[in-house]
């Protein structure tokens, strides 16, 4: 587990521990574009280091496991971008 993170705020079954501990790590590795700097994926380089110097095998399993969780991120990124948006367009009105 990374460090900071002294407890742990969602059971993670014990298939899955070594996926979810290397996404941890890599939560500051998220690639930006735009003038907006919307989020458009993590940064693969980094994640394949992350894994080697953390000691986490990067498998096919691990890699699909990974993608599954920065998409369901992803999803999370761009509804509260949308939000933001759609908040930022009211208060323009007002």
Not at 12 to 20: D, G, S
Not at 39 to 47: E, I, P, Q
Not at 59 to 83: D, H, W
Request: aromatic letters at 8%; charged letters at 25%; glycine letters at 6%.
């Amino acid at each position: 587990m990374p460090p900071g993170k002294a407890k742990e705020p969602f059971p993670v079954f014990p298939e899955n521990r070594a996926a979810v501990d290397l996404f941890l790590w890599c939560e500051t590795q998220w690639r930006r574009a735009g003038m907006d700097g919307a989020v458009v994926g993590l940064d693969y380089l980094t994640l394949m280091e992350i894994a080697r110097v953390v000691g986490t095998p990067m498998t096919p399993k691990v890699l699909r496991q990974i993608k599954i969780m920065e998409m369901n991120a992803m999803r999370v990124f761009t509804s509260r971008a949308a939000s933001q948006t759609a908040e930022h367009r009211e208060m323009a009105h007002e």
